[in-house]
């Protein structure tokens, strides 16, 4: 699987939007990319994942280059509950080893 | 309600013991999986199934064993020739084939004095 690169911390403002990036420059054709969070002392949870397309839920967006080589998610209207790490991770279609690695701690700020 | 159950919360043994580590889910996921998180870092895979009666290493599977004898059930046993047990350990789940997401457990933090 291919590795990811994301910044160890950034803040936000509450109210306004957060810009996450991840690097992925070396993924292949069958790997998707993959965000979770993980807020202190609990299991990760699922946010959302994408091949090619930008993609959109309830929580989030995810853009993702014409390249796939890097991708970012985005929290629109980020609030103090969204305060956590956020994990950038690449997996193909049919493996079965997902491997995380040290996040984006994300701080929003009142 | 449908999810994974890890139990318990937090365990406390003494150095030399093996302890085993539980996990359930009962949404008839075929994988399922291990992670240790050490304070501050990541996520580091230990072992992961894919199937019942079949199972590979991670990363980081010296010091610990696994068995999956039932599609529900994957426990963890941390031995004692793991030399830093101490660890937030945290179970998942996922449909084998395809682009689906893990669902993780609660996790169990097990402190080993």
């Known amino acids: ?110 | 309600d449908g999810g994974i159950t890890q139990s318990p919360k937090y365990l406390f043994r003494k150095e030399g013991q093996n302890v085993t580590l539980s996990c359930e889910q009962n949404l008839n996921h075929d994988a399922m999986y291990w992670y240790r998180q050490d304070p501050g870092q990541g996520l580091r895979l230990i072992y992961y199934s894919q199937i019942v009666n079949d199972f590979q290493k991670g990363d980081i599977a010296e010091g610990y064993s696994v068995s999956r004898e039932k599609k529900e059930s994957f426990p963890l046993t941390v031995t004692s020739a793991q030399k830093n047990p101490t660890a937030f350990y945290l179970c998942a789940s996922r449909w084998a084939q395809g682009a689906y997401e893990q669902y993780f457990g609660p996790g169990t933090r097990l402190t080993v004095t």
């Open chain 1, 1 to 110: 699987d291919a590795k990811t690169t994301q910044p160890t911390s950034m803040d936000c403002a509450e109210g306004r939007a957060a810009n996450l990036p991840c690097n992925h420059s070396t993924i292949s054709g069958n790997e998707y990319v993959y965000w979770y969070r993980q807020i202190h002392s609990q299991g990760p949870q699922y946010i959302i994942h994408g091949l090619k397309n930008n993609e959109t839920n309830e929580m989030a967006s995810l853009i993702i280059t014409e390249d796939r080589k890097s991708s970012t998610l985005i929290l629109p209207h980020a609030t103090l509950r969204d305060t956590a790490v956020y994990y950038c991770i690449v997996r193909g279609y049919n493996n079965n080893d997902m491997r995380f690695g040290a996040g984006t701690r994300l701080t929003v700020k009142p």
